[in-house]
T-cell receptor, first 115, second 113 residues
């Protein structure tokens, strides 16, 4: 079992550039979550999908952020244009179903640095 | 609205000593509660979860947590700390349909030899 796969693991970019983070959930999982982790704000849920449909995007900070899930095995989180305050570790997680008791499995994260 | 408070951003214990990491929650409905561990430069890994089946929950690596409704607490304990337990620990709450997790701020555990 490969677990949740994220790419790239590290990304350094300049302010104003477009950044795309990628996630492959565990096969058979139908819920997918994007989180952001910073020292100041901790772990924040940005958006989550169920059966490829966005269910709650209330955590997306602003219009510069967008997320898609074109199929059950792939999701992207895009930031355009990027700003230094977007620097953080972005985690993708997946789970089976939408039950509140279901465990979420986390990927290794993408460390984003915006200069 | 649900929330989680972790008391103590840093906890330091000696190897072999008791580990106690505190978590208090706020929830309008019976909650589901989780403890996750994060090792440096890694994602989060589930230690244990409370889903109302039993108030004392046993997890991996010798950790356990007790759900106390009257105290709205879900503290994490381990009888004897090991050097490999050094990591950051997160308490999280989920309620209702759609398993959104709300995380606490985290507690960094340091284990001294």
């Amino acid at each position: 079992d490969a677990g949740v796969i994220q790419s790239p693991r590290h990304e350094v970019t300049e302010m104003g550039q477009e950044v795309t983070l990628r996630c492959k959930p565990i096969s058979g999982h139908n819920s997918l979550f994007w989180y952001r982790q910073t020292m100041m704000r901790g772990l924040e849920l940005l958006i989550y999908f169920n059966n490829n449909v966005p269910i709650d995007d209330s955590g997306m900070p602003e219009d510069r952020f967008s997320a898609k899930m074109p199929n059950a095995s792939f999701s992207t989180l895009k930031i355009q244009p990027s700003e230094p305050r977007d620097s953080a570790v972005y985690f993708c997680a997946s789970s089976i179903g939408q039950g509140a008791h279901n465990e979420q499995f986390f990927g290794p994260g993408t460390r984003l640095t915006v200069l | 609205a649900q929330s989680v408070t972790q008391l103590g951003s840093h906890v330091s214990v000696s190897e072999g000593a008791l580990v106690l990491l505190r978590c208090n929650y706020s929830s309008s409905v019976p909650p589901y509660l989780f403890w996750y561990v994060q090792y440096p430069n890694q994602g989060l890994q589930l230690l244990l979860k409370y889903t109302s089946a039993a108030t004392l929950v046993k997890g991996i690596n010798g950790f356990e947590a007790e759900f106390k409704k009257s105290e709205t607490s879900f503290h994490l304990t381990k009888p004897s700390a090991h050097m490999s337990d050094a990591a950051e620990y997160f308490c999280a709450v989920s309620e209702g349909y759609g398993n959104k997790l709300v995380f606490g701020a985290g507690t960094i555990l340091r284990v001294k030899s």
